[in-house]
């Protein structure tokens, strides 16, 4: 049998003859890279890879050394690619992604517009992000708020995107592919539901309950502690104003302590919710591309080939330009069996190197990929 040390030191051998051929294959695709700059050439030909790995699968040995080499060299030309991404940045081939940097959003005069009525969450996230100096609207849907955007009836619109315990908002999602607007910044609003009934009642007077189907769930244990029934309705507002029309004290609703307010309540129990941590991210929405100078995080979508090891290609662009993914989401791709689409979020700005030569690789080798925002 072999010395172990033996072994050990031809591996290191090796290993420094493959370092050296690896840089000396790079150093070559620097010249790739140029001769495309020049002559106007995308970096990425699939074809020419692949007939190149099937070329050199035929060299090994066996199939286990075969399927080695498919791996290794994809993994080369991958890395090759990335690195033919940054020259052409650095040459000032797509190297502006488009975004207006700006100190802080414009918040006196505009128009803002929120989903639902009064005493929604979104209201608050409204009010509390844009204070007192802006305009405010409502309407029944998202779509019709990113069509106020888009049509330039609103200069914003707050959408919820996410909750910490119920996760994303999807038909958002969807509607800010389909929409030309972006993302220009975030806001937490800290959901708190509160047991709300008619003015002189009690908690005792309370024999059903309305609300929506997600609010009672978070609210769940409290309510079956008291064995009410409960009555679904479209939102905690709606609900909220509903039992503001009633003269039954027996009836209660779960809201807001704004929605209370609003619509004249009495406030029977604050949170009922078992989760005191519970909170709703919204998004503010723009047609504009812009975005703060402190902002450091982008939000991207896209589709991809269907093919193995395809979404990992796409998210070693940010690993490749040292980004810090935080969030990755998948949607039903419509009229598409089984094809999804991908929303990533990762840390960075629009005018960052790295960011840059992510971005160009992704758009490269994704199908449809959208930059949703920088915020």
């Known amino acids: 049998m072999r010395d172990l040390v033996e072994s050990r030191k031809e591996i290191d051998e090796i290993d420094d003859e493959i370092v050296k051929l690896f840089q000396r294959r790079m150093d070559v695709?620097?010249?790739?890279?140029?001769?495309?700059?020049?002559?106007?050439?995308?970096?990425?030909?699939?074809?020419?890879?692949?007939?190149?790995?099937?070329?050199l699968k035929t060299k090994a040995a066996d199939k286990f050394y075969a399927h080695g080499v498919e791996e290794l060299y994809e993994q080369i030309?991958?890395?090759?690619?990335?690195?033919?991404?940054?020259?052409?940045?650095?040459?000032?081939?797509?190297?502006?992604?488009?975004?207006?940097?700006?100190?802080?959003?414009?918040?006196?005069?505009?128009?803002?517009?929120?989903?639902?009525?009064?005493?929604?969450?979104?209201?608050?996230?409204?009010?509390?992000?844009?204070?007192?100096?802006a305009n405010f609207c409502n309407v029944t849907t998202f779509r019709e708020?990113?069509?106020?955007?888009?049509d330039g009836k609103a200069d914003y619109a707050v959408l919820p995107f996410e909750n910490s315990s119920a996760g994303i908002v999807?038909?958002?999602?969807?509607?800010?592919?389909?929409f030309h607007n972006y993302i220009v910044?975030?806001?937490?609003?800290?959901?708190?539901?509160?047991?709300?009934?008619?003015?002189?009642?009690?908690?005792?007077?309370?024999?059903?309950?309305?609300?929506?189907?997600?609010?009672?769930?978070?609210?769940?244990?409290?309510?079956?502690?008291?064995?009410?029934?409960?009555?679904?309705?479209?939102?905690?507002?709606?609900?909220?104003?509903?039992?503001?029309?009633?003269?039954?004290?027996?009836?209660?609703?779960?809201?807001?302590?704004?929605?209370?307010k609003i619509y004249g309540l009495e406030i029977l129990h604050k949170g009922i919710n078992f989760n005191s941590t519970n909170t709703t991210k919204f998004i503010i929405i723009s047609k504009e591309k812009m975005a703060?100078?402190?902002?450091?995080?982008?939000?991207?979508?896209?589709?991809?080939?269907?093919?193995?090891?395809s979404l990992y290609q796409m998210l070693s662009h940010i690993i490749y330009n040292d980004l810090n993914m935080t969030s990755i989401q998948s949607r039903p791709i419509p009229e598409q069996k089984?094809?999804?689409?991908?929303?990533?979020?990762?840390?960075g700005k629009s005018n960052q190197a790295g960011v840059v030569n992510a971005l160009s690789g992704i758009n490269a080798e994704a199908i449809n990929m959208k930059i949703l925002g920088n915020y």
Request: aromatic share 10%; net charge negative; charged share 25%.
């Open 29 to 55: 695709c620097k010249d790739v890279a140029t001769y495309k700059l020049q002559n106007g050439k995308p970096v990425l030909d699939r074809q020419r890879e692949l007939d190149k790995i099937a070329t």
């Open 77 to 133: 030309m991958a890395m090759s690619r990335k690195m033919q991404y940054k020259l052409l940045n650095e040459e000032g081939v797509n190297n502006d992604i488009g975004f207006d940097i700006v100190k802080e959003l414009p918040k006196k005069d505009v128009t803002v517009v929120y989903q639902g009525i009064p005493g929604a969450y979104s209201q608050q996230a409204a009010h509390e992000y844009f204070g007192e100096e």
């Open 145 to 150: 708020a990113m069509k106020y955007v888009r």
């Open 170 to 178: 999807t038909d958002v999602y969807d509607l800010l592919v389909e």
């Open 185 to 260: 910044d975030t806001f937490d609003v800290k959901i708190e539901h509160c047991l709300c009934g008619l003015p002189g009642s009690t908690i005792d007077d309370i024999r059903d309950v309305y609300s929506h189907p997600q609010a009672f769930m978070q609210s769940n244990s409290f309510i079956e502690e008291h064995g009410w029934g409960k009555v679904n309705l479209a939102n905690t507002a709606i609900s909220a104003r509903y039992i503001s029309e009633q003269t039954d004290k027996s009836r209660g609703c779960i809201a807001s302590e704004n929605a209370a």
């Open 292 to 309: 703060r100078f402190d902002a450091n995080l982008i939000c991207i979508s896209f589709e991809m080939p269907h093919t193995s090891g």
């Open 338 to 347: 089984w094809e999804y689409r991908f929303y990533v979020e990762f840390e």
